[in-house]
């Protein structure tokens, strides 16, 4: 009998165990450390529901600079996808985790979208 018990008490320590890596290594990959100044700027313009240049627009007036700048440093990104470094710690600062939980949930880093179950 007690053969038993410590085998049950053994698999539970496991299924902890396992859980909490498994909980440690997903958090982790949601760290925006470990996401580019695009999936940030993208993410962003999706939870606040407006366009990229919207938040470069936003981030360029934190800075107070001329709309003409804006203008023209959203004309290069559209261009080479180089994202100014206002915007790109703009993003960085305003996303949060839980909008990238929201944008993986949406958009999984694998790639496409979410299967709809036809087919």
Not at 14 to 32: D, E, F, P, Q, T
């Amino acid at each position: 009998m007690s053969e038993n018990i410590g085998y049950l008490i053994g698999l539970t320590v496991l299924a902890v165990v396992y859980i909490a890596v498994r909980n440690y290594l997903s958090s982790r990959s949601l760290k925006k450390s470990n996401r580019s100044d695009e999936e940030l700027l993208s993410t962003l313009a999706m939870v606040r529901r407006c366009s990229s240049f919207d938040i470069f627009k936003t981030a360029g007036e934190e800075w107070n600079f001329s709309e003409g700048k804006i203008q023209s440093d959203f004309q290069v990104y559209l261009r080479t996808g180089d994202i100014p470094r206002y915007v790109a710690t703009y993003a960085r600062s305003n996303v949060t985790e839980a909008d990238l939980k929201y944008r993986d949930i949406i958009y999984p880093r694998g790639g496409g979208r979410p299967s709809s179950g036809a087919g």
